[in-house]
């Protein structure tokens, strides 16, 4: 409720949306939904479904359009004219909450353990590439990471031409079958 009556009250010219997701992320951080520091990540989830998302808002907002006395800002906002407290104060948020509901199930069932089987490989990618290669920065083996992220599972010529022209084509081979190993290892 508070979430989402925050961005029915559009209270700032920019930052709504992300003062919005904040405040879902704090209140379930508040509610012990989360562990202590860790951010739940609902809010890829929210955005994955934009179109529901904003269809669950203009189901509220839409027919309150007709109430509002409003005029335009020379900044491109709006300024509403008249009192609209009472629209706000005990609105019915069922739409919202079983839309968050679902974009919280999501998170847990399926972009927690994507996101954990993601880190895991790349631990495993990272920590086998030391030992093929020896002692390389982090930022080069995640550098290394993503672009065979791009290339799925291939580095591209650009890479193997600039980024990565120290490796001799085994080197790359076996860099790309390893990245390989690592992402369809329990998939």
Request: charged content about 30%.
């Amino acid at each position: 409720m508070v979430a989402f009556g925050f961005i029915y009250i559009h209270p700032f010219e920019d930052g709504n949306g992300r003062i919005h997701r904040w405040l879902i992320h704090h209140v379930l951080a508040r509610a012990g939904y989360n562990p202590e520091g860790f951010v739940f990540p609902v809010s890829a989830a929210i955005l994955r479904r934009a179109s529901e998302y904003q269809r669950v808002l203009r189901s509220y907002s839409a027919p309150l359009l007709e109430h509002l006395e409003w005029e335009a800002t020379e900044e491109g906002n709006v300024r509403v004219l008249n009192q609209t407290t009472r629209f706000y104060r005990y609105f019915d948020a069922t739409a919202h909450a079983e839309f968050l509901y679902d974009r919280v199930e999501e998170t847990v069932e399926h972009d927690l353990p994507r996101e954990v089987a993601y880190l895991e490989a790349f631990d495993r990618f990272a920590e086998q590439a030391q030992r093929l290669l020896g002692d390389m920065p982090h930022s080069t083996v995640d550098l290394l990471h993503r672009f065979l992220i791009r290339g799925e599972g291939r580095l591209s010529k650009r890479a193997r031409e600039k980024e990565f022209a120290m490796l001799s084509e085994d080197e790359a081979r076996a860099l790309e079958k390893l990245w390989y190993e690592c992402h369809s290892d329990g998939q």
